[in-house]
Structure formats: C-alpha cells, structure tokens
C-alpha cells in the first residue's frame, strides 16, 4: 500500500505548531511506517507536489502567504488549518488594530533605534496584505485543528483518524484555543 | 427616574427633550461640539453617557461638522438614485460623506427618505428636496459654490405634493374637526370601545393587533397615569402613506389620539415623527393650536369636566428601528433605540413603565371615522379578518406613483392595473420587512391573513436587477440594526458580505448555502422584527426566483473574500513597486 | 401534573411565580447556555444563546416567564448548532485571540466554544478596531474582546450603585463607554472591590498586575465545563436600587 503524503507549512505562524507536531514523540517512528513528508520544513522541498494531507500553520499576512496556500490548496486532497494563526490569524493579527501603513512607519521609519529609515522595496520582498486573514477566506479548509499550539497529541489523534479513513474528531478534553 | 418631559409655554413641541437639544445643536454648529455635551447632560439631568450614547446611535447626528449645506440622498430603491449623487459629488468635487475642506458642504446617503412617489430626493439640512434631475442639481451645485443660503432657493424645489390616486372609504370621507370626539362622549367611553370593536379594526402598521384590545388591555392595566403615542416613525423603505396623512389629515390623526385617551384615561399623548419629516412640524404644530382653541384639546375637553388631554411632538433623528413601538418609547424616553424585552407589552408597561397605547397614524385616523361612522360602516369593507380599507404607498416601476386607499381582500394586481405597473415582474409588499412577490402571485389578496403591509408596495419592472434590489435592502439592515442581539448585530453586516459577494460576481454556490444558513437563523433567533425579517427579501429571492442569484454564481469550489490584490495596494505605493510579485490575481 | 411546573427537554420541573426559564432550570440543576445572563441581575435577553424553543416558538430562557406546562427544548443537537453559530458570530464579530488573553481559560465565550465543539470562527472576521483604555489604575478595558453582553453596566447600576459603564453607538458600531467627561476609565468612580469590575465573562475588563497568576491546566474551564462550574456555582448577588447619576 502507497504511503499516505504530507505536506507542511508555516505562513503568518512561528513555527511552534511544528515543534509540536515533532511532540508526538516516538509515535512519529510507527507513523513514518504510513505516511512521507512532501514539501515542509522537515525535507526543505520547495514545492507542494500531490499530497493526501496538506498542514498548515499561520494566517496569511504578505503574498508570498497567500502563493504558498493556493499551492497547498491545489496540491492536497485534504487541507487542514493547524493552530490559532491559521484559523483566525492569532498573534499576528494583532497587527490589523492598525493600518499596514503604520505598521511599516513604525518598523523601517519611526521605530526606536530605526538608523537609514526608508521602507524596503526590494521585489524579492513579499508584499503585506493590508490585514492579517484567516486561510478560511482564501481557500476552502477541510478540517480545523485550533491551539496555540494543538498539543501532540491532538495531531497524532487526526493524523491517525485520516490514516484509519475516519472522518477526525478531537476528544473534548484535546479542545483549546490557546 | 424620569419625570414626564415638560412641555415649553411656546408650542407644545417638548423643546427640552434630549433628541430635540441635539438637533438644536447640530443645526447652529453642524455637529454636536464636544465641549457642549456635559454641560447639556447636567442642565437636562442624565448621565453623560446617556447622551453621547443617543449622539451616536441616531443618524443625524455628528461628531465632527458636516458641510453648512448637507446634502442627504435617499438610497431607498423607490426615492433614492445614487448615480445622482456621484454626479453632485463629482460637480462640487467632494467624497460621500467627507465634507468639503471648505466647510460649504458634504453629501452623503441616506435611509429611505417616504418621498417614493416624487422622484429621487435629498434631505438638505433636514429640508426636503424632490424630482431631482441631473439640471437641477446643476443648478444646486452652483448656488452651494454661490454660497447661496438655504432660505433663497427656490421655494417649489421643496414642495411635496400628496398625489392621493384613489382615495376609498376614509379618504373620501369628509369629517367635521371634532365629530368623532363628539360622537364618542355622546356614546361614552364603553361604548367607543365597543364600536371599535365591533369595526374590527386591527392596527395599520404592519402587525395588525387588534385595536379595541389593545385600548381595552391599556384601560383595564392598574395604573393611575396612561399615555397615547402615536407612531409616525415611517421608516419602512417604500412607506409614505403616514406623510400624506400626517400633511392634510393631521386633525384626524389628533382627533384619534384624543379618542384613544377618552377611552383609557390618558392625560398626555405624543406624537413621535421620524426626523425625516421634520418639514411638516409647523403645520402639525398649527393644527395642535387650532385643536386647543377650539376645544379638541386641553382642558375639559367640549366642556366635559376633567376630560384634559393634550399632545406633544417628538421629531426623531435617523433610526429605522425607533417605529419598533418599544424603541419608539426608549427613544421617547431619551435613549437609543434599542426594542425592549416582550412581555410586559406597553399596553401594561409602556412609556415611563405605564400603560401605553401605541399606534399607527393611519389606525388613529380609522378611528376616528369609525367613531363619527360607526363600527358597522368601517366593517362593511374588506375581508372578515381584515375589515376596512387599506392606504397604500405605491411606488417603483409604475405610471403613477402614489396613495391608494383599498378595501382589504383587494389583489396585488388590481394595485397594480390601478396604478399602471403592468409589466411588473415582482413586488416587494410591506417593504424590505415584508414580502417579495412574482407574477405567479400577483393574485394574492393584501389582507392580514394573506399578504401582509404595513402600506409600502414597491413595484419591480422587468429591467429591474432584482439582486441589487435585495442587496440594497441588506445594507439597509445591517445601516439600521440597532445592536442589541447578537444574531442581528452580527448577523445583518454578514448577510451584507454575502450578497456583495454575490453581486459582485465572486460568489459560489457555498457562499450562497452558508448565506441561506445564517439566513434562518437571524429569522428565527432574532430579538426583534427588524432582524427577524431582514433576510426576509433574500429568502424570498432564493425562493422565487432562485436563477437570478444563481445566475451570478462562479462555477468553482471556493473564492476569497476579499480582494487580494486591492489588499495589496497601500504597500504597492509605500514601496513605489508595481512588479508581478506585487500583485495577486 | 402538578401546578407550576414546566418541561425542559421532557423532564418536569417545578417553578415559582415570577420566575423565568432560567431560574427555574438553574435552580433544578439544568445547565441553558448563556452569556448575559447573571443571577441576581436583571435579565437582558442580548446574546441569544439561551435561545430555546417554547411550544415550538423561539424564546430567549432568561426573559422569558416560566408558565405552567411550557414545553421547553433546550439540550437538542439543532439549538446547539445554533448556539454554535451564534458562538462564531460572536468570535468574529470582535478581535477574540485567545493566546494574547489573559482571560484565556476563565473566559466564558471560550469556554462556550468548547462546550460546543467549536473550532472555528467560520465567518469571515471583521476585525474592528476598537479603543483600550489603561487610564485606571487597577482596570483595564480592551474593547477589542467586548460582546456587548451589559454584564458591567447592570453590575454598576443595579449592584454597585454607580453607572460607570454604557453601551453607545448603534448596530456593528455599538461600543461600550464609560460615564465621565474625558471618556475615560481612570476618571470614574469604579473601584477594583465593585462587581462592574469582575463580572466581565470576557477579558475585556481585566485587573490589573493578575494576569496569568493560575498556570494553564488549573485555570476555571481547565478544570470544569461551562455546565458544571455554571450549575454549580451560580453567583448570588444582591439587588439594590437603580441609580442614575
């Protein structure tokens, strides 16, 4: 039997959903006996190629966000939002109580200690939206995985329901927003 | 608590109430002054946030100053042409809603403004302005940039005529000023209430209670102070029939209030006239003067010891929600608009929490012809649970807009031969609360027990895009929701999202499930009749003519939003790029 | 069947004149969602998630008079699916993060969240910008987590005795404000002891120097359900007399 893929991402996130993805510990061994990782700061792929499940951490603030997402989208059968970020932009939507103009006048003009102020240009600088977004007004999600991080058990639980064709489901006590 | 408003020696116009200090103030400084409100909270005794709550929950108030010429039109699909004021906007180089750095003037829109039968209109400080063209406001352009006063224009840009089309069983009825008072106290005050009764009257402003009950149900609740409001809130979009009433047949309107108080013992009635249709104050007022001289209001009313009972107008100030009767009476007591819990009704618990008649102007006028006529003449017309006549406000796609007065039972497509809306392929009956008909049920009878009105019929021909009729309807509710439950507050601005999408061209068939979804559960969970029915018009869409949103649906799973790259566009400029990584397709 | 009793979900229970849906359930033991509602305060019917069906009609439990032989739906699969979607209303229409919340664990709307099984907002968020006021010196307010539920407002007038807070503004721009002249927090008379200060379900109102003093794992909705800590635990409070100033 084919092993099942995933794929990962970090978007507008911090990487902490990751690291707790690895928290599932020694189970991961009996996991990597079903599933491979495609694209995902595990393998360092660069792209999504056709994946059963894509992951994905953070919300969508620049437009290289929003590129990534759409490659999962496209790539993955099934997509799940993992974490407060991706599911209503988390901390980063802090940033939208201003106007993205403030945000970059405060960071590269007025900030303390800016020296050189001036705005980057670069084009190999992705671009940032003006708010911080959930991926649920992009793109159609399949399935919603909430905490800042979801614990390591509550991927293994997921993860093992999609790998027994369960439809997922988290027990009451796996359930928390922060 | 509150005491009862005291009334200025002047007029009878309650000129210390908070909604009427408010207006005062937004006249002379074109907004209400900061540095005005606490000594305006300590001098009418209400807490400071009292007052600043009122500042901005109605709509005619602002925080900071619009222009000395405020240009308001309505976006009402019947009285209002948006095209009309980006044209004034574009002449006068202003943005909607911006005022113009001169301070001459700001433009803006407004709710539905009840001119539905007299061509697009405005609201320009608080004057009424009908039959806009595209000439006429050439010419508003150049007495604004004139710096022309208000006062020189052209005295018949404001004029509204009553265009009363066909009038029926109470319009055609001439009556005495006084004969249904003097009727009623030859009568006494049991057997007013029981030819009522008998006339089966049920209230004319949509909800259709029984009136007598609802007299008898006040008369009956123990107290000893009981008061009659009279809603003249018309606020339902496509509604003007209160106007037309209130203009030329205001002395029924008071005779009726006058009855009601005869017959539960009220002392002191009010008036609550939308701020729209401030213009007709002074000849409202005047006709109160002519009332008290001679005797139809005061004290011993035709010289009947201890009848005393007189009437005072409150003018709102932009809230759909204030013709809720028990918005109305927060409003009447000074505060936002918010519906009250139900029960206790204000039959029982009304203004200042006692017993309250509220009802609608065009009941109080049923009144009193009932009163001069009898319960037998008024019940002669009709359906057996719809007795009489209904005044109708006629407008949209049709050769002559205007009032209609019509015994119950009559068909949606009798309204419409009569009016010259043939080709009409739908009617919103009742107004965006009500109900959105097709051809297939231009049969219907307008009676209570079939299609429901509060007055408003807004005729759709066949080029109307009936998606942007609904969609304009759902940015009315979520302009007008009042805040206070969570399914309405919440549920109106989604709503609004929804549609948009869809209009736009960027909806799916998902977006159009989920829409349905929230849909019925604002309709069912709802505090209140505002977000009770305002899905109303898109379920109705979906219902009957469900081609015309599917129509706009993409083709596709899912679509964002928002617009990605238009999200783009504030950093594009700070970083001077325009690359193709700085945009999102 | 005896007098004054009435069925929640088939299971009869008695009531005394006067009361709602509400009392009568709390006093039985039976958990209806709410956020608005407090015992001893006067019943506010706004957030809608004590919506429950009475003979078939939509009616709000805590406003609602109890009356004899009311059959009352209330623990059913499709009112918490519309408690759900009421949830998520709720969680969008604000800017509820709770890892940046001190409130996290404690909260009420959070807690709901879970009772329900909610994971998500669903709806596309708003994102309101909206004031925080840190002139108190013990209170903080942040808007951005407000519901507009009134809890404060009726906990200052009808308990404390003051009128510190209201609610301002109409529809999505509803907000809420506080009784002084500058607008300001730090100017009124609330002091940290007064109920309007810690009835907050949310973490809109917040003492000051107490935020994350219950390490995770032992805050309140770590430890209970909503239903349970609600049942158990209804909060008493004394009514006083309206005061306007």
Same mark, same amino acid.
């Given at each position: 039997?084919?092993?099942?893929r995933?794929?990962?991402?970090?978007?507008?996130?911090?990487?902490?959903?990751?690291?707790?993805?690895?928290?599932?510990?020694?189970?991961?061994?009996?996991?990597?006996?079903?599933?491979?990782f495609?694209?995902?700061?595990?393998?360092d792929?660069?792209?999504?190629?056709?994946?059963?499940i894509?992951?994905v951490?953070?919300?969508?603030?620049?437009?290289?966000?929003v590129?990534?997402?759409?490659?999962?989208?496209?790539?993955?059968?099934?997509?799940?939002a993992?974490g407060?970020?991706a599911?209503?932009?988390?901390?980063?939507?802090?940033?939208?109580?201003?106007?993205?103009?403030?945000c970059?006048?405060?960071?590269?003009?007025?900030?303390?200690g800016?020296?050189?102020?001036?705005?980057?240009d670069?084009?190999?600088?992705?671009?940032?939206?003006?708010?911080?977004?959930?991926?649920?007004?992009?793109?159609?999600v399949?399935?919603?995985l909430?905490?800042c991080?979801?614990s390591g058990d509550?991927?293994?639980?997921?993860?093992s329901?999609?790998l027994?064709?369960?439809?997922?489901?988290?027990?009451?006590?796996?359930l928390?927003y922060? | 608590?509150?005491?009862?408003?005291?009334?200025?020696?002047?007029?009878?116009?309650?000129?210390?109430?908070?909604?009427?200090?408010l207006?005062?103030?937004?006249?002379r400084?074109?907004?209400?002054?900061?540095?005005?409100?606490?000594?305006?909270?300590?001098?009418?005794?209400?807490?400071?946030?009292?007052?600043?709550?009122?500042?901005?929950?109605?709509?005619?108030?602002?925080?900071s100053?619009?222009?000395?010429?405020?240009?308001?039109?309505?976006?009402?699909?019947?009285?209002?042409?948006?095209?009309?004021m980006?044209?004034?906007?574009?002449?006068?180089?202003?943005?909607?809603?911006?005022t113009?750095?001169?301070?001459?003037?700001?433009i803006?829109?407004?709710?539905c403004?009840?001119?539905?039968?007299?061509?697009?209109?405005?609201?320009?400080?608080?004057?009424?302005?009908?039959?806009?063209?595209?000439?006429?406001?050439?010419?508003?352009?150049?007495?604004?940039?004139?710096?022309?006063?208000?006062?020189a224009?052209?005295?018949e840009?404001?004029a509204?005529?009553?265009?009363?089309?066909?009038?029926?069983?109470?319009?055609?009825?001439?009556?005495?000023?006084?004969?249904?008072?003097?009727?009623?106290?030859q009568?006494?005050?049991?057997?007013?209430?029981?030819?009522?009764?008998?006339?089966?009257?049920?209230?004319?402003?949509g909800?259709?209670?029984?009136?007598?009950?609802?007299?008898?149900?006040?008369?009956?609740?123990?107290?000893?102070?009981?008061?009659v409001?009279?809603?003249?809130?018309e606020?339902?979009?496509?509604?003007f029939k209160?106007?037309?009433?209130l203009?030329?047949?205001?002395?029924?309107?008071?005779?009726?209030?006058t009855?009601?108080?005869?017959?539960?013992?009220?002392?002191?009635?009010?008036?609550?006239?939308?701020?729209?249709?401030?213009?007709l104050l002074?000849?409202l007022?005047?006709?109160?003067?002519?009332?008290?001289?001679?005797?139809?209001?005061?004290?011993n009313?035709?010289?009947?010891?201890?009848?005393n009972?007189?009437?005072?107008?409150?003018?709102?100030?932009?809230?759909?929600?204030?013709?809720e009767e028990?918005a109305?009476?927060?409003?009447?007591?000074?505060k936002r608009g918010?519906?009250?819990?139900r029960?206790p009704?204000?039959?029982?618990?009304?203004?200042l929490g006692?017993?309250?008649?509220?009802?609608?102007v065009?009941?109080?006028v049923?009144?009193?012809?009932?009163?001069?006529?009898?319960?037998?003449?008024f019940?002669?017309?009709?359906t057996?649970?719809?007795?009489?006549?209904?005044?109708?406000?006629?407008?949209?796609?049709?050769?002559?807009?205007?009032?209609?007065?019509?015994?119950?039972g009559?068909?949606?497509?009798?309204?419409?031969?009569?009016?010259?809306?043939?080709?009409?392929?739908?009617?919103?009956?009742?107004?965006?609360?009500?109900?959105?008909?097709?051809?297939?049920?231009?049969?219907?009878?307008?009676?209570?027990?079939?299609?429901?009105?509060?007055?408003?019929?807004?005729v759709?021909g066949?080029?109307?895009?009936?998606?942007a009729?609904v969609?304009?309807?759902?940015?009315?509710?979520a302009?007008e929701?009042?805040?206070?439950?969570?399914?309405?507050?919440?549920?109106?601005p989604?709503?609004?999202k929804?549609?948009?999408?869809?209009?736009s061209?960027?909806?799916?068939?998902?977006?159009?499930?989920?829409?349905?979804?929230l849909?019925?559960v604002?309709?069912?969970?709802?505090?209140?009749?505002?977000g009770q029915?305002?899905?109303?018009?898109?379920?109705?869409?979906?219902e009957r003519?469900?081609?015309?949103?599917?129509?706009?649906?993409?083709h596709?799973?899912?679509?964002?939003?928002f617009?990605?790259?238009?999200?783009?566009?504030?950093?594009?400029?700070?970083?001077?790029?325009d690359d193709?990584?700085?945009?999102?397709s | 069947?005896?007098?004054?009793t009435?069925?929640?979900?088939?299971?009869?229970?008695?009531?005394?004149a006067?009361?709602?849906?509400m009392?009568?359930?709390?006093a039985?033991?039976?958990?209806?969602?709410?956020?608005? +509602?407090?015992?001893?305060?006067?019943?506010?019917?706004? &957030?809608? %998630? !004590?919506?429950?069906? *009475?003979?078939?009609?939509?009616?709000?439990?805590?406003?609602?008079?109890?009356s004899?032989?009311?059959?009352?739906?209330n623990?059913?699969?499709?009112?918490?699916?519309?408690?759900?979607?009421l949830?998520?209303?709720?969680?969008?229409?604000?800017?509820?993060l709770c890892?940046?919340?001190?409130?996290?664990?404690d909260?009420?709307?959070?807690?709901l969240?879970?009772h329900?099984?909610m994971?998500?907002?669903?709806?596309?968020?708003f994102?309101?910008?909206?004031?925080?006021?840190?002139? +108190?010196?013990s209170?903080?307010?942040?808007r951005?987590? &407000?519901? %507009? !539920?009134?809890?404060? *407002?009726?906990a200052?007038?009808?308990?404390?005795?003051k009128?510190?807070?209201?609610i301002s503004?109409?529809g999505?721009?509803?907000?809420?404000?506080?009784?002084?002249?500058?607008g300001?927090?730090?100017?009124?008379?609330?002091?940290?002891?007064?109920m309007?200060?810690?009835?907050?379900p949310?973490?809109?109102?917040?003492?000051k120097?107490?935020?994350?003093?219950?390490?995770?794992?032992?805050?309140?909705?770590?430890?209970?359900?909503?239903?349970?800590?609600?049942?158990?635990?209804?909060?008493?409070?004394?009514?006083?007399?309206?005061?306007?100033a």
């Amino acid at each position: 039997m084919p092993k099942i893929r995933i794929a990962t991402t970090s978007l507008a996130g911090c990487f902490g959903c990751h690291m707790s993805l690895l928290d599932i510990d020694e189970r991961l061994v009996g996991l990597l006996e079903h599933v491979e990782f495609n694209r995902s700061p595990l393998t360092d792929i660069k792209h999504c190629g056709p994946c059963d499940i894509g992951l994905v951490e953070g919300g969508l603030c620049n437009a290289e966000n929003v590129h990534v997402l759409r490659e999962f989208r496209q790539q993955c059968k099934i997509l799940i939002a993992v974490g407060a970020c991706a599911i209503n932009g988390g901390v980063p939507a802090m940033r939208n109580h201003y106007s993205v103009q403030e945000c970059l006048e405060e960071a590269y003009l007025n900030g303390v200690g800016v020296d050189n102020p001036m705005i980057p240009d670069d084009p190999e600088l992705p671009l940032l939206l003006s708010k911080v977004h959930p991926l649920h007004e992009v793109v159609r999600v399949d399935y919603y995985l909430p905490g800042c991080p979801p614990s390591g058990d509550a991927f293994f639980n997921i993860l093992s329901d999609l790998l027994a064709g369960r439809e997922p489901s988290l027990p009451k006590a796996m359930l928390h927003y922060d | 608590m509150q005491t009862e408003l005291r009334s200025s020696l002047a007029g009878n116009q309650c000129s210390d109430h908070l909604l009427h200090r408010l207006h005062d103030l937004q006249s002379r400084f074109q907004h209400i002054p900061a540095q005005e409100i606490p000594p305006l909270a300590t001098e009418l005794q209400l807490p400071i946030s009292q007052v600043e709550a009122v500042i901005d929950f109605y709509s005619f108030f602002h925080r900071s100053p619009r222009g000395r010429i405020d240009l308001l039109f309505s976006n009402c699909t019947s009285c209002g042409d948006l095209s009309l004021m980006q044209q004034l906007c574009t002449s006068l180089d202003v943005s909607p809603g911006i005022t113009r750095a001169d301070g001459a003037v700001s433009i803006d829109e407004t709710s539905c403004i009840g001119m539905c039968d007299q061509g697009a209109s405005l609201l320009v400080n608080g004057r009424i302005m009908t039959r806009l063209n595209p000439q006429r406001l050439q010419q508003i352009a150049g007495l604004v940039n004139a710096g022309t006063p208000l006062d020189a224009w052209p005295a018949e840009w404001f004029a509204v005529p009553d265009h009363v089309r066909h009038p029926g069983l109470l319009l055609n009825d001439a009556l005495q000023p006084g004969a249904g008072l003097r009727a009623a106290i030859q009568r006494g005050a049991e057997n007013l209430l029981a030819e009522i009764n008998q006339s089966g009257l049920r209230g004319r402003g949509g909800a259709g209670f029984n009136t007598s009950l609802k007299w008898q149900l006040c008369r009956d609740a123990p107290a000893t102070t009981r008061y009659v409001v009279c809603n003249a809130d018309e606020g339902e979009p496509g509604t003007f029939k209160d106007r037309v009433l209130l203009n030329t047949y205001a002395q029924q309107v008071f005779e009726g209030m006058t009855l009601c108080a005869y017959a539960i013992g009220a002392k002191h009635g009010y008036l609550y006239l939308r701020g729209e249709y401030r213009y007709l104050l002074p000849t409202l007022e005047a006709t109160l003067a002519e009332q008290r001289a001679a005797n139809l209001l005061g004290e011993n009313i035709l010289q009947q010891p201890g009848f005393n009972f007189d009437i005072s107008i409150v003018v709102g100030a932009g809230a759909y929600i204030c013709g809720e009767e028990s918005a109305l009476l927060e409003s009447l007591e000074q505060k936002r608009g918010v519906p009250r819990v139900r029960p206790p009704f204000p039959v029982t618990h009304g203004y200042l929490g006692q017993p309250t008649v509220v009802d609608n102007v065009e009941t109080l006028v049923a009144a009193t012809h009932i009163a001069v006529q009898g319960g037998q003449w008024f019940k002669a017309q009709g359906t057996e649970k719809s007795a009489g006549s209904k005044v109708l406000s006629v407008s949209g796609d049709c050769a002559t807009p205007g009032i209609y007065e019509f015994p119950f039972g009559t068909s949606l497509q009798q309204v419409l031969d009569a009016c010259g809306g043939q080709d009409a392929q739908a009617v919103q009956v009742g107004g965006p609360s009500g109900t959105l008909v097709g051809q297939a049920e231009f049969g219907r009878k307008l009676a209570f027990e079939d299609l429901a009105t509060g007055g408003s019929i807004m005729v759709y021909g066949a080029q109307r895009d009936l998606l942007a009729v609904v969609r304009n309807f759902s940015h009315f509710f979520a302009h007008e929701s009042c805040g206070f439950c969570t399914p309405c507050r919440v549920g109106t601005p989604l709503l609004r999202k929804y549609v948009d999408k869809i209009a736009s061209g960027h909806g799916t068939p998902y977006d159009q499930e989920e829409m349905a979804r929230l849909a019925k559960v604002m309709k069912r969970r709802s505090h209140c009749g505002l977000g009770q029915t305002a899905a109303n018009p898109l379920l109705d869409l979906l219902e009957r003519f469900p081609h015309v949103c599917t129509d706009r649906l993409l083709h596709q799973d899912y679509e964002p939003f928002f617009n990605l790259d238009a999200a783009l566009a504030t950093t594009r400029t700070l970083t001077h790029r325009d690359d193709a990584e700085a945009h999102l397709s | 069947m005896t007098n004054n009793t009435l069925f929640i979900d088939g299971q009869e229970i008695p009531f005394e004149a006067g009361q709602t849906i509400m009392d009568a359930a709390l006093a039985a033991g039976i958990y209806i969602p709410h956020l608005c +509602h407090k015992p001893g305060l006067s019943p506010h019917g706004s &957030c809608k %998630l !004590c919506t429950v069906d *009475v003979d078939g009609r939509s009616a709000s439990a805590c406003t609602l008079p109890a009356s004899n032989g009311m059959q009352v739906d209330n623990n059913t699969p499709a009112l918490n699916e519309v408690r759900k979607t009421l949830t998520q209303m709720l969680f969008v229409e604000g800017n509820h993060l709770c890892p940046t919340c001190s409130k996290s664990g404690d909260c009420t709307l959070q807690a709901l969240g879970y009772h329900f099984g909610m994971l998500d907002g669903h709806f596309p968020p708003f994102y309101p910008r909206r004031e925080v006021d840190a002139s +108190h010196p013990s209170v903080m307010l942040d808007r951005d987590r &407000c519901i %507009l !539920c009134e809890l404060c *407002v009726r906990a200052s007038r009808e308990v404390d005795g003051k009128n510190v807070f209201a609610i301002s503004g109409r529809g999505a721009q509803s907000h809420l404000i506080v009784n002084t002249v500058s607008g300001k927090l730090g100017d009124s008379d609330l002091q940290t002891g007064d109920m309007a200060a810690h009835i907050c379900p949310v973490g809109a109102i917040l003492i000051k120097d107490h935020g994350y003093e219950v390490p995770i794992g032992m805050r309140t909705f770590d430890l209970h359900s909503v239903a349970e800590s609600d049942v158990a635990s209804p909060v008493t409070l004394k009514k006083t007399e309206h005061h306007d100033a």
